[in-house]
């Protein structure tokens, strides 16, 4: 089934680790995203790459970090976790920037 | 810079009545405007878009918005709730060379 893959689907990570979150899409889709979900805050955009090779940053993104490799494939690396960082993770996928967005199940990261 | 307001954090109806969940959005250019649901647990389902044609546009599962540029809103209406309609509602919006901003969200509850 065509879709985004996200790994893993929830962690608890030590304060001070470094961790990747994975996301893949076999879609073919240009646009990749990485948002973070907060209770009261919505859905704020960390990341995003227009086309493989191509990265940008969004509204919240210190401490994170990303990379565009290919077209299927959109880490998402913590480089050393704080506790601020505890949240709900989604990696989306568009065929350009302005059609819609398709999203992936989440993962839920808490940071102890 | 676009951003989307999301008037009420929660809105509860009784089945069968009228749900209206409202959204207002700022954008310097014509606006692409989207709906999405968030069930618990899972990741966000596409309900409907608005990309310049028609101004009512219809989704799934029985819900529609209209897009009413003098009023810059983009409101998401059902004629008859059911319980399974309760959800997370996010609307969003593209200037359609950026990423999507998303709102806060509207939690909605139906009561039998």
């Known amino acids: 089934i065509a879709g985004i893959t996200q790994a893993p689907t929830s962690q608890i990570l030590a304060a001070g680790r470094r961790m990747t979150l994975r996301c893949t899409q076999d879609m073919r889709h240009n646009a990749m995203y990485w948002y973070r979900q907060d209770l009261g805050l919505g859905l704020r955009l960390i990341h995003y790459?227009?086309?493989?090779?191509?990265?940008g940053k969004g509204e919240v993104p210190d401490g994170y970090s990303v990379s565009r490799a290919n077209t299927d494939d959109f880490p998402l690396t913590l480089a050393s976790a704080v506790p601020s960082q505890t949240s709900v993770y989604f990696c989306?996928?568009?065929?350009?920037?302005?059609?819609?967005?398709?999203f992936g199940q989440g993962t839920r990261l808490t940071v102890v | 810079a676009q951003s989307v307001t999301q008037l009420g954090s929660h809105v509860s109806v009784s089945e069968g009545a009228l749900v209206l969940l409202r959204c207002n959005y700022s954008?310097?250019?014509?606006?692409?405007l989207f709906w999405y649901v968030q069930y618990p647990n899972q990741g966000l389902q596409l309900l409907l878009k608005y990309t310049s044609a028609a101004t009512l546009v219809k989704g799934i599962n029985g819900f529609e918005a209209e897009f009413k540029k003098s009023e810059t809103s983009f409101h998401l209406t059902k004629p008859s709730a059911h319980m399974s309609d309760a959800a997370e509602y996010f609307c969003a919006v593209s200037e359609g060379n950026t990423p999507l901003v998303f709102g806060k969200g509207t939690r909605l509850s139906v009561i039998a």
């Open positions: 790459s227009n086309t493989a090779g191509t990265t």
């Open positions: 954008s310097s250019v014509p606006p692409y």
């Open positions: 989306a996928s568009s065929l350009y920037r302005n059609t819609e967005a398709f």
